[in-house]
């Protein structure tokens, strides 16, 4: 996953240059070859482009930006630009050019399903990625990449997911107090993660621990709002993002303090080691039914209360509605070309699709509640976006319908439909991204000083979103990938994936 690292040049190994000309010449075959096979010196011109700098000014056309080093040195209108000697140059004629994309909810990047899908990403404009479980030792992990040559997106790294006792995914950090929840924040920042992963299982007292370590250390804790804690809760306790709206719509409902009582008792009796078949169906019904119930009863007054509580402690929003559709259209499209660059395993996870553990009649019930969360959920992100709630573009990569790099593009495109403008929803994916991280100052955006990470389109993505999908060409950490090299990328992905030996550990 490495990027691209300048080599540095001691002054030692410079000193030939000044005995041999021919050493001298040597030196610089060997410079020029790193050049151009690396692409971060050799200038590169994009000429005649429509630039989409996702600052939030309009698009602004006959632009040319220049690329040196890895970074964007020149944005300005092609009357006035000063073209480098011997630049590579692209022809941007009727084209559109975009800040890289980044997938701000994806599993699978750091553990075997990373080599093939890092191409994934890479080969549809994706140049960071958020992973949301990380491995259990981040510096560990950082180190085993370092040898890797493959182009790959940048890596924001959870811990592994902390969740409570008896808990959904079995690679799980378990904690069950305030002790245990202060100690995994100790452990995962001193093992190099970005941030702490919380999930639904969370007890309240762990929970709340967790988010005072957390303040007090500098790390931010990111993820699930837990059962055991209402959205408004987790908001002011400083949680940094709230994944999948996440009892978002129980803050939306009037009736939200009784729903919350009545669903832990419910959770608890469906994950009771101990429950059997008729105890889970019966406590499975049941959790439906309130779902139900709390779409019935939202209220758009107390939802706008919350929604102003997110905008005050500056609480991120990342919807993933392509999961949310992706939980109503199972069984899986078969047909779906996409499907050939997915591993045998997790194909497999994904032909079993997200009710196989269910009867018939709840498998039923499932996806009409599903239905009615996808369209709540829609609505909300609406309101959320018209009331100033900060909203990060993410697809839960790796669950069934949910692809690699590809799926981006379907979630840009769900973004617009809820209701944003698709300057928001690019921006989604890219200003705000590199906001959220820390990297605005470097990243996000197409500006004089920032990395060159961009996506050259055929055709306008503020004209129809769905053309975020038209790419010519990818320019990672100021290296060009035109539409041949992303086509073999592709090819490369899938015969990586189709190895024996790939895994779908994990989320
Ligand atoms: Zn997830």
Redesign the pocket.
Known sequence: MTRILVPLFTPHRLRPVHRSNLRFSLFLMFLLALCSSHGWSQSLVIKDVTVIDATGHAAQTNMSVTIEGGHIVGVSPSKKAHIPKNATIVDGTGKFLIPGLWDM?V?GASDTRGPWSHLLFVANGVVGVRD??GPPDAHAWRATQASNTDPSPTIYLGSPIVDGPDPTWPDSIVVADEAQGREVVDQQQQRGADFIKVYSGLPRNAYFAIADEAKKRGIPFEGHVPDAVSAAEASGAGQKSI??LTLVAEGCSKEEKTTAAERQRLEASFRAPDAKMPQKIAAGQNIIRLNFHVVETFDEATAQSLFAQFVKNGTWQTP?LT?LQAQIDDPLNTNDPRLKYLSKEVRAKWDAGYYSHFPPPARTAMIQLAKAEFDESKKIVGLMYQAGVPILAGT?TM?PGCFPGFGIHDELALLVEAGLSPLAALQAATRNAAQFVGQLDSRGTIEVGKTADLVLLEKDPLADIHNTRSIQAVVLNGRLFQRAELDAMLAKAQTLASRDDVGASG?
């Open positions: 909810h599993h949301m479980s994944e999948h993933t999961l839960d669950n989320k």
